[in-house]
């Protein structure tokens, strides 16, 4: 999903398409017929916009002046299940959560999958801005209560029952120790080490050498919630209009998780972390804490405490994006760079402060 305040290039599609098109145009193209054909929609702009993690992303503006959001799948191979993704945004949507609406294609289907592009179409969330980057003041209370309704919402999702499991298990410390143990394999096999591969390679062993603390800390978690989840509620997914929530996009399929995880997942945010001190931060996070209880008064205390533990752990157990430059060196940017900093450095800050921190928001629970 993007924000109005993005400006990349616009392509008219009007314009006369010349010989030799890029490949960028010729997806535009075929944009816009998958629109005329499958939705009935006669585009007048369309705008390349961030990708996602599996999808091209453009702005559409249809010559009614109206705005959509298109998502362009760049395999049909798992199609089905980006239908229960689809699937679980409309379910939320009924219930009241805060999300966008799918526009369904002239066969009523929430994906268009029979044309020459896989795609799928969104109303557009104007005038807005994602929470990456941090929350600040407000935002903390009324990220809170839209995620509380969110998870209240899909605790009833057919797809899986409400269970209690060991905390302890919300991260594979083994399977991390052998990830971390081949990355500085990696990294001590390649020819030549940037400065950034070089910081990567001693945040790797840094973190290997305290697997052991982690460990430690999972094994004293009780007993937390496991339901279905959003899947990934990052910054990026959470759409703040002012102070208030407009959206949370982009769902994963329905599957069961921790719910003290997908707290952390947004309420830990490296950046939001680092960018106050210690003590603000946890304002900030108790408020946000408070809030998700007032919003889904089912929720236990420990699951909320236990987010702190839950979201510092899954942090250090974490290769990404220490991994990037051996696994994934196109995609490393001044941006991955520094957030693969800052998310390390939050982790290990996290670590060091925990115990007090849990016994100052349990203390503001009770």
């Known amino acids: 999903m993007s924000t109005a305040s993005q400006q990349p290039a616009s392509k008219p599609v009007a314009a006369p398409s010349p010989p030799g098109r890029t490949a960028e145009e010729e997806q535009i193209v075929a944009v816009a017929a998958t629109l005329v054909l499958a939705?009935?929609?006669?585009?007048a702009d369309i705008t390349r916009i961030p990708e996602g993690t599996a999808t091209d992303n453009y702005a559409v503006v249809d010559q009614a002046g109206r705005r959509h959001f298109a998502k362009v799948y760049r395999t049909r191979e798992h199609l089905d299940l980006e239908r229960t993704s689809v699937e679980l945004s409309e379910y939320c949507a009924d219930g009241g959560v805060a999300t966008t609406r799918a526009t369904r294609t002239r066969e009523h289907e929430l994906i268009e999958t029979q044309g020459r592009l896989p795609m799928s179409?969104?109303?557009?969330?104007?005038?807005?801005?994602t929470a990456e980057g941090g929350l600040t003041g407000a935002r903390w209370a009324t990220a809170g209560t839209a995620m509380g309704?969110?998870?209240s919402r899909l605790a009833a999702h057919p797809a899986a029952a409400l269970t209690l499991e060991p905390g302890a298990a919300v991260c594979d410390v083994a399977a991390s120790r052998d990830r971390f143990e081949h990355l500085i394999h990696a990294y001590q096999h390649m020819p030549r080490l940037g400065e950034f591969e070089t910081w990567a390679l001693q945040a790797a062993r840094e973190r290997q050498a305290i697997l052991g603390d982690v460990e430690r800390a999972l094994v004293l978690?009780?007993?937390?919630?496991?339901?279905?989840?959003?899947g990934d509620t990052a910054g990026p997914n959470v759409l703040f209009k002012d102070s208030e929530v407009a959206a949370i996009v982009?769902?994963?399929?329905?599957?069961?998780g921790y719910l003290a995880w997908e707290i952390a997942r947004l309420g830990c945010d490296p950046k939001s972390v680092l960018d106050n001190s210690a003590e603000s931060w946890l304002t900030g996070y108790t408020d946000l804490t408070l809030a998700y209880r007032d919003a889904n008064p089912k929720v236990s205390v420990d699951d909320l405490v236990s987010s702190l533990r839950v979201g510092c752990a899954a942090m250090l157990c974490s290769a990404f994006p220490l991994s990037v430059p051996v696994e994934r060196p196109h995609i490393v940017d001044a941006a991955m760079e520094a957030y693969g900093r800052v998310r390390h450095e939050a982790a290990l800050m996290l670590l060091d402060r925990l115990p007090a921190m849990e016994d100052a928001l349990r203390d503001a629970l009770r």
């Open 149 to 151: 309704r969110l998870h």
């Open 39 to 43: 939705y009935g929609l006669h585009p």
């Open 221 to 230: 978690l009780p007993q937390l919630t496991v339901q279905v989840l959003h």
């Open 250 to 256: 982009d769902f994963r399929p329905p599957a069961p």
């Open 121 to 129: 179409l969104w109303s557009y969330v104007p005038h807005t801005e």
